[in-house]
């Protein structure tokens, strides 16, 4: 479910970034169209890039026009093993 890794009390913290969610929107319509692009986001710590992916995450599971899938690799590289067993499973698990 989408609210367990973006509960409402973290949408609440979401402030306006219109300039990075265009472009978010911009690659989806991209993947839809068959132009797949890639995309790096970094910056300082605690500036909000989760937050905007999340939220980007959330918006595109209510189009319902892709399935996303959100990975936070920080806890699922804690070994090997683990990281298989979460990655197939957050990748090949149907949505609720």
Known sequence: MIT????PYLRQ???NRTCELDLLQGLVEDL???RPRRLALW???RVGKTLVIQEQITRMH???VLQPVYMNFEDICT???VFVQRYVGLVT???R
Do not use: I, K, M, V
């Open 13 to 15: 913290l979401f402030t």
């Open 43 to 45: 910056g300082l710590r």
């Open 93 to 95: 698990l149907p949505s």
């Open 62 to 64: 209510d189009q319902g």
């Open 79 to 81: 070994s090997p093993e």
């Open 32 to 34: 839809l169209a068959g």
């Open 4 to 7: 367990n890794f973006y509960p």
